[in-house]
């Protein structure tokens, strides 16, 4: 006898499980929306400590930027103070320069003015009172050449004089007599006459190299020859005698 063949039974899906997987997904979507929120809620206490954190740094940024500018400006108000303090000490070590020149030429005027009037010291025949050069470029130089006589009830002291420079160049001592000094081998020399003093003026070339000590004034006049040796004394270097 043959076995009962098995029967299909459809049946139709019972109404909680509908309501199970229903529920199941309105949780899962809300495990969802509770982690987003957290996530939200976490994220935004660090942006605003970023911004709080920019702002301190902006704040501190402008207060250097500041204290820079005040440093600058201290600096440059040091640096003007020293600049003016250089250019007071310039003007002072000038004035006392002068001042000395001009008490130089003070005493010199004074003992010159002696010279002529005698007074009670002894009495000077004809002879050079002072010898100035100043530089006229090209080794060019003008020379001032002031004679002086203070004798009693002088007479007119007349004759001529003529100058010859001692000095070195390149190493070796070298003397300039008057013609190399004029560069005029038939120079003349000088002629002078006066009673109480007169002045000379003119001009002499040094040769490139040449370092002048001395100058040797050789003087004939009605009185007789003489020689006197100054030192070389100019408007930039003080002569060596």
């Known amino acids: 006898m043959a076995s009962p063949r098995p029967r299909l039974v459809i049946t139709e899906p019972r109404p909680y499980v509908r309501w199970v ?3 199941g997904l309105l949780a899962w979507m809300g495990s969802v929306l509770l982690a987003y929120n957290t996530g ?3 994220a ?3 942006a605003a400590q970023l911004r709080s954190d920019l702002t301190e740094l902006q704040e501190e940024h ?3 930027r500041q204290r820079v500018e005040r440093l600058s400006q201290k600096v440059a108000t040091l640096e003007r103070s020293e600049q003016v303090e250089r250019d007071a000490a310039r003007a002072l070590q000038q004035a006392l320069v002068e001042r000395d020149a001009e008490l130089a030429g003070l005493r010199n005027d004074v003992a010159f003015y002696e010279r ?3 007074g009670g010291g002894e009495r000077q025949a004809l002879s050079v009172h002072s010898l100035s050069f100043v530089a006229a470029g090209e080794g060019g130089w003008r020379y001032v050449l002031t004679l002086t006589q203070n004798l009693k009830k002088a007479a007119i002291s007349k004759g001529e004089l003529s100058l010859s420079v001692e000095g070195s160049q390149e190493g070796k001592l070298r003397t300039l007599q008057w013609s190399e000094l004029t560069q005029d081998k038939g120079a003349a020399a000088l002629p002078f006459s006066f009673k109480y003093f007169q002045q000379l003026e003119g001009s002499v070339a040094l040769p490139a190299g040449f370092v002048p000590h001395r100058v040797r004034v050789s003087i004939r006049s ?3 020859q003489s020689e006197q040796v100054l030192p070389w004394q100019d408007d930039t270097t003080q002569g060596v005698s």
């Open 21 to 23: 997987l229903l529920l």
């Open 40 to 42: 939200a809620r976490r």
């Open 44 to 46: 935004a206490p660090d």
């Open 62 to 64: 402008a207060a250097a």
């Open 116 to 118: 002529l009037a005698g």
């Open 222 to 224: 009605n009185q007789g």
